[in-house]
């Protein structure tokens, strides 16, 4: 793999920008991305945003029709860094936790774990029932990455933008890539000064 990949998906939970951060995040960056944008998510988009049809599939190198079970993702022998999903519905999740790989999004999921590559999924729910905690679970016995989208304060974020991408930067540096200027407790943002 001379170009690294990274599968992202966005499902149809609350929170489609997390999704779209994702993709400006990973736009500067040298990996080609693979986006994968369940029913769901259109719908949510959709109702939650003023962001028109395609603004998503715009920032990604390669598209995959959610219902294309076909595509390069769907196979093991396509080699990726893994697949972030964000934000990650409890249906997806469910879907996920049990194998059930019936569109792209949960099928591209389940050969991430599969083939032992990283899967981090953005849950986005509350509050949590004893099947969504069980399939979190379930997910993480198989190599999973639970991670929710909970706000770092700590940060003294100055809007809703620096929270998402702040959250958002987190999740991705789980695939060992380095989010420029993104800031960590005790240390300044990459890329910028320690002097006063």
Not at 21 to 28: D, G, K, Q, V
Not at 66 to 75: D, E, K, P, T, Y
Not at 159 to 180: K, N, Q, W
Request: aromatic residues 4%; negative net charge.
């Amino acid at each position: 793999m001379k170009t690294p990949r990274l599968i992202v998906g966005i499902s149809g939970a609350s929170g489609f920008q997390y999704g779209i951060r994702a993709l400006e995040l990973l736009r500067p960056l040298d990996v080609e991305v693979h986006l994968v944008i369940s029913k769901g998510a259109q719908l949510t988009r959709a109702l939650e945003t003023d962001y028109p049809p395609g603004a998503a599939e715009a920032l990604a190198d390669v598209v995959h029709p959610v219902q294309n079970l076909g595509a390069a993702i769907s196979s093991g022998s396509f080699a990726t860094l893994g697949m972030l999903v964000a934000p990650c519905s409890m249906s997806s999740l469910g879907a996920i936790a049990h194998g059930i790989a019936d569109n792209l999004l949960t099928r591209a999921a389940d050969v991430v774990l599969k083939e032992r590559r990283r899967l981090v999924l953005m849950v986005r729910e509350t509050p949590l029932h004893l099947g969504h905690l069980r399939n979190m679970t379930a997910v993480t016995e198989m190599g999973g990455i639970v991670f929710p989208p909970v706000p770092a304060l700590y940060q003294r974020p100055a809007s809703v933008d620096e929270l998402l991408t702040h959250s958002v930067g987190r999740a991705l540096e789980m695939f060992g890539l380095e989010i420029p200027k993104l800031p960590h407790w005790g240390e300044p943002a990459a890329g910028e000064s320690t002097d006063n």
